[in-house]
Structure formats: structure tokens, C-alpha cells
């Protein structure tokens, strides 16, 4: 065979392989100069896309009392402690009914810049609106990054004081001592993973390599993520019983509210991710809600207000996974609907 065909035969499966490859390093150079970053605008309208989705499901649900000031991303010292809060006096009215909330950045509403959409915000003024003639003060006394031990510790110190009727507890996944982290990450956080690992030739200039090992860092913090929740759950080790330390603190506030006539409701906010395909967490959000159960406690399981939802029109950021005023208003319709069997909510 001659010598030419043979090289022919070698080269010709070789550019084959290498124009695709330039043209997809090409287009992702171009790609990557030209991408659209994050406004605010643009986030206004994946919540306008949200709220087309997933309207209210009754007119009330539209109001949020826009007659109260809006507080920002921010706490207020009041009651003792600093809570993104108004200033509520520490002795209950007479007539009036106190709730008391409690969660993490969930409930604090992180990345939720006007604090009257948050879901406890909302719950109180649907409740004031059904219920004209009698006070009701919901108290969200909740702190981002917040475990079930403050939830316990926030009760004891200054929860019982302020004489509540009700307390409910908006329970997250991460409230289990899991660690602080997030299943999404942003391009910022990529970037230092990456760093942190040798990087060659191709990697520091070759956006195709930077794209593929970003993907693959992405995906490895996604399933350290996922293990890490389900550890928490449901490993024997002694350094994996984080889920029993939170059910000593739940069933330490379910003591103190029956010894005071409390009403106690645990709401399970579960994360917002992979809500329309295969959900990571169902184990975990149907392990809480048999926990409730056996030890009395009544339960407000969100998990079915969200399956089937697009996950990334309830985030607060396209790689922030908090819930946005959307997600809020969906979990505080859910609650309100459960408080609706209650002489609390009377029937219209």
C-alpha cells in the first residue's frame, strides 16, 4: 500500500476527531465572552415565569399587608436577640394569639430581600385578614444556618417567656447537625475547587478541559452533598447520629409547649432540588414526618406542595437553592390550608 494512502487513512480519522473538538473549544470561548451574567431583572423574570406557573389558589393568597415597612436582608436586636423581626412587646396583649416560628435560612428568608414574603410573614397576615377582630403576632425568630439546638435554646431562654399560643418549627434537612453546604455552587466557588487541584497544561488553556472538570467537580460536590444528608439520617456510626441529636431537641420543645398548653407544629421544608425528576431526599423528609407521628407531634409536610415543581424557578439565585417569594408563598398556602381545620382559621 502506498505511503501516502497509508498516512491518508491515519489523518483523515484524526481531523475527524480534532474538528469538532476545535470547533466546540471555539464556541465555548465565544460563549463564554458573551454570556448574559445574573441581574436582578432577570431574576424578576423567572419569578414572573414562576408565578404563571404556580399562581395562588385563592385571592388571599395575593396579599402580603404591604402596609407594614419592609425589612431587608438584615437582623434587628429585639426580644433579647437579634431577629430580622418588627418590634414586638415582650407581654402578649390580652385577646391577641402568639405564634412563635422558628428555622434557618429558609425560614430567615435568605435572598428573600422583602421580609413581608417570607412564608411566616405571610402566614400572619392571611391569619390577621381571616381574623378581623382578634390580634395575631407570628414572631419569626429564625437565624440562617440555624440547627434544632437553637430552636431548643431559643425556647428555654426566651420562647416560653413570651407566653405563645402556638409554636411551630419549619424543620430543613440541614437542621440535623448536617454541614453547612449547599447542592448548588456558583461559577466563583468552582473556580476555587479547581484550584485546589494540579492543574496542567490543558486545563489552565483549554476552556473544553475547564468545562468538563468543572462539570465533574459540580457533580462531586452534588453527591458529597447527598451523602451527607443521608448520613446524617441514616448511618449507626456514633459520628453519624446527628438526626437523634435533633430529635432529642424536638422532643425537648414538644415537653416544654404540653407542660404549658402550647400548640406544636414541625413544618418539613424540604430542599428544592430535583423536585420534577427522581428527589434525592424522600427517605429523609419521610423519616421526620414518622417521627412526628410517634411521639404526637403534628406535622405540615411541604414535599408534596413542590414535587413536580421546575426546582430552579423557586430559587432565590439561578446557583442558590433558598426559596424564593414564589417557593415561600406555595409553602405558606400549604400551612394556612392545615390551620384551616383549626378553630384558628375560621371557615369562610
Not at 471555539?26 to 458573551?34: E, P
Request: proline share 6%.
Amino acid at each position: 500500500m502506498p505511503k501516502r494512502i497509508v498516512i491518508l487513512k491515519i489523518l483523515v480519522p484524526l481531523f475527524g476527531m480534532l474538528i469538532p473538538l476545535v470547533g466546540a473549544e471555539l464556541f465555548l470561548r465565544l460563549s463564554a465572552n458573551s454570556e448574559i451574567t445574573w441581574t436582578p431583572q432577570k431574576q424578576l423574570l423567572l419569578i414572573k415565569e414562576a408565578e404563571h406557573r404556580y399562581p395562588p389558589s385563592a385571592p388571599l393568597f395575593n396579599e402580603f399587608c404591604q402596609e407594614r415597612p419592609s425589612l431587608q436582608h438584615k437582623n434587628y436586636p429585639i426580644l433579647g436577640c437579634p431577629m430580622r423581626e418588627y418590634a414586638y412587646p415582650l407581654v402578649k396583649a390580652a385577646g391577641s394569639y402568639r405564634i412563635i416560628g422558628l428555622g434557618d435560612s429558609f425560614a430567615w428568608g435568605w435572598g428573600v430581600f422583602d421580609n413581608r414574603r417570607i412564608f411566616f410573614k405571610l402566614l400572619e397576615c392571611w391569619l390577621q385578614l381571616k381574623n378581623p377582630t382578634r390580634p395575631i403576632e407570628l414572631i419569626n425568630a429564625s437565624q440562617p444556618a440555624a440547627t434544632a439546638a437553637y430552636y431548643q435554646r431559643f425556647m428555654r431562654n426566651h420562647g416560653y417567656s413570651l407566653n405563645p399560643d402556638m409554636v411551630m418549627v419549619s424543620f430543613n434537612l440541614n437542621d440535623a447537625y448536617v454541614k453547612h453546604a449547599s447542592i448548588t455552587i456558583n461559577n466563583h466557588t468552582t473556580i476555587k475547587l479547581m484550584q485546589k487541584q494540579k492543574q496542567g497544561f490543558w486545563t489552565r488553556h483549554s476552556r473544553l478541559v475547564r468545562f468538563f472538570c468543572e462539570r465533574i467537580v459540580r457533580t462531586r460536590v452534588r453527591r458529597e452533598f447527598i451523602a451527607n444528608i443521608h448520613d446524617a439520617y441514616f448511618l449507626g456510626s456514633e459520628k453519624a447520629q446527628r438526626w437523634r441529636r435533633a430529635q432529642a431537641n424536638l422532643l425537648d420543645i414538644a415537653a416544654g409547649c404540653r407542660q404549658r398548653g402550647i400548640a406544636l407544629k414541625v413544618i418539613v421544608f424540604p430542599l428544592l432540588v430535583d423536585l420534577d425528576r427522581r428527589y434525592p431526599f424522600t427517605r429523609e423528609v419521610d423519616e421526620i414526618v414518622r417521627f412526628c407521628r410517634q411521639n404526637w407531634i403534628e406535622c405540615i409536610n411541604l414535599l408534596p406542595t413542590f414535587l413536580g415543581k421546575k426546582s430552579e424557578l423557586l430559587w432565590t439565585l439561578p446557583n442558590n437553592a433558598h426559596p424564593n417569594e414564589v417557593a415561600n408563598r406555595l409553602a405558606a398556602e400549604t400551612i394556612f390550608n392545615f390551620l384551616s381545620q383549626t378553630d384558628l382559621v375560621p371557615q369562610s
